[in-house]
């Protein structure tokens, strides 16, 4: 065992016993971190007031951005005891994190204004709509009190709907029964045939074959392994009581039928770490997470409507100027800045910093993101299709269908029409709101049927790269060794940087927290060690 391999394993039994807070002090203490131009593993024990002697409280922040990264930073702050100041070009706090309901309003930078009109208890998470189990955010919640409820990103009754392949819409079950089925008779088969008989034994040859008995539901050697459908297809005709055996839906199209509809396509997304069910979402929409942090922050701690105009490192201290929500030019003063804004809309803002800095923050790429909420007078999904949350998935450029998960067998219901990302974003994007609506209506009704566009109520459509102060969906690095990424997770002077494109957990909430939290620890640990 070398000494890394010891070194990490008792790591890990101290993050097991103790949590990652003393698992952090751990490696404080085997010099595993606070090498300064190192990026640390995220503490998760926030600074505490306790932490600073009277002489080195209330030191002054000015926060640029009330977004997730730019609340939690204040919130972070204000438990240690530092004074907070936090400018927010927009009329609301959240960022990206917003929950369009009816008498939402908004202006794109295109001009176009739409006022939601989802009826009362409806909405759109406009912004994150999910929470994986792993992520620091569902600690907030819990830290905040906020109620969660299960967020369904998987559902066995979603459809999948490749047009460019001519395949029939069918559903996720009907499309994992065949798939699983043909590549476990392939497999079976090659294995009888000796095919991979210098990978494994006699025994392990057995193993798989019971493994892929099970998984594809194929049948046995006398059978040729043969996969014929079974009920994990779904019913034509449910079974029910005495006489009704009910009629599988079959028989299964054959093997080159399958592969050449790539319904498998969609299968891996439910495997990435942060996907898979269980997942969640704070009851009443997403929006409780920034509400909350504003309230425990203090409102009398924010601007809202000041729009940044330029940011002064200087010897011992900052300066930031805005115009605030009436036009009028200010100035702030403060010990730190942490600048929470996108990289790209803080990349214009005039400063004296390094000139590497802004051609850093302007060295992300930008990628187009948007959603539509459709408001139905029905829930047909429910009713007419047995669906409940969950998402469909296709090959048009709407990309995803979400089913909401709240609300069931309730009146109305928001369906999100659209999600999507790049070139699909920017198409609909360009698009009026009206037209939107239109292009939407018309794909979704290719699966759904005429009520798609029947039932309609109402709709709000974003397009986050056209939202003002935003204007973006998340950033992608193109490489993040090759400097920029690492000095923008340092202090510039006396400003931070904090944003979910400053972490490894881009567009994620969890990425705004950690990295808010990073600056946090950054900040405190420079104030403690008396700068
Ligand atoms: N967090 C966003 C979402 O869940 C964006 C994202 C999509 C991130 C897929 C990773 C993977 O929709």
């Known amino acids: 065992m070398t000494a890394n391999v010891t070194r990490r394993s008792l790591l890990k039994s101290i993050g097991v016993a103790g949590g990652a807070g003393v698992m952090f ?23 505490s007031v306790g932490d600073l002697d009277a002489g080195k409280r209330g030191r002054h922040v000015v926060i640029l951005g009330a977004g997730i990264a730019g609340l939690a930073t204040a919130y972070e702050l204000g438990k240690a005891g530092y004074r907070c100041t936090v400018l927010e070009a927009k009329d609301r706090v959240g960022g990206r994190n917003w929950t369009v309901r009816g008498g939402t309003s908004e202006t794109d930078l295109d001009g176009h204004t739409q006022t939601a009109r989802f009826a009362k208890g409806h909405y759109l998470n406009a912004g994150p709509a999910r929470l994986p189990q792993s992520h620091i955010t ?46 476990s008779e392939l497999l079976a088969k090659a294995l009888d045939q000796g095919a991979l008989d210098q990978q494994l034994s006699v025994a392990d040859k057995d193993r798989l074959l019971t493994f892929l008995s099970g998984f594809g539901a194929i049948g046995d050697k006398a059978d040729g392994f043969a ?71 203090g409102a009398e701690k924010f ?17 930031v100027g805005y115009r605030d929500k009436r036009g009028k030019a200010q100035l702030v003063t403060a010990d730190f800045c942490v600048a929470a804004l996108p990289p790209h809309v803080l990349a214009r803002i005039p400063t004296n910093l390094d000139p590497r800095v802004a051609s850093a923050l302007r060295f992300p790429t930008v990628n187009p ?51 999507n990302t790049g070139k699909n974003a920017a198409t609909y994007g360009s698009l009026t709101p009206d037209q939107r609506i239109e292009r939407a209506l018309a794909q979704g009704a290719k699966i759904h049927g005429g009520k798609y566009r029947d039932e309609l109520a109402s709709a709000f459509s974003v397009a986050w790269h056209r939202t003002p102060f935003i204007e973006g969906g ?54 403690r060690a008396g700068g």
């Open 25 to 47: 002090e751990s490696m404080r203490a085997l010099g595993l971190v606070a090498a300064p131009q190192a990026l640390a593993v995220p503490d998760y024990r926030p600074p």
């Open 138 to 183: 569902l600690d907030y919640c819990r830290e905040l009190g906020i109620p969660i409820e299960p967020f369904i990103n998987q559902n066995a009754n979603a459809l999948i709907y490749n047009e460019q392949t001519g395949a029939p819409v069918q559903q996720y079950r009907t499309a994992k029964a065949d798939v699983y089925g043909y590549v």
């Open 227 to 297: 996969y014929r459908g079974t009920d994990r297809r779904g019913y034509r005709v449910e079974p029910g009581a005495a006489d009704q055996a009910g009629e599988v839906l079959g028989p299964p199209p054959s093997l080159p039928d399958v592969l050449a509809s790539q319904v498998g396509r969609y299968f891996s997304f439910e495997f990435g770490y942060d996907q898979a069910m269980a997942m969640f979402q704070p009851v009443g929409g997403m929006d409780a997470i920034p509400l909350a942090l504003h309230r425990a922050i």
């Open 303 to 319: 601007q809202l409507g000041a729009e940044v105009t330029k940011i002064t490192d200087l010897p011992d201290g900052v300066e």
């Open 369 to 419: 993101v948007g959603k539509i909420g459709l408001e139905y007078r029905r829930r047909w999904w429910e009713e007419d299709e047995r669906l409940y949350g969950g998402i469909t998935e296709t090959d048009m450029d709407l990309a995803h269908i979400w089913y909401p998960s709240y609300g069931f067998h309730g009146q109305r219901g928001v369906v999100v029409g659209y999600y």
């Open 474 to 527: 998340w950033v992608d690095w193109p490489s993040r060794t090759s400097g920029e990424y690492a000095l923008l997770n340092q202090p510039a002077g006396r400003v931070y940087f904090a944003g979910d494109w400053l972490s490894y957990f881009i567009a994620w909430q969890a990425g705004a927290l950690d990295s808010a939290r990073y600056a946090v620890s950054n900040i405190h640990d420079r104030v």
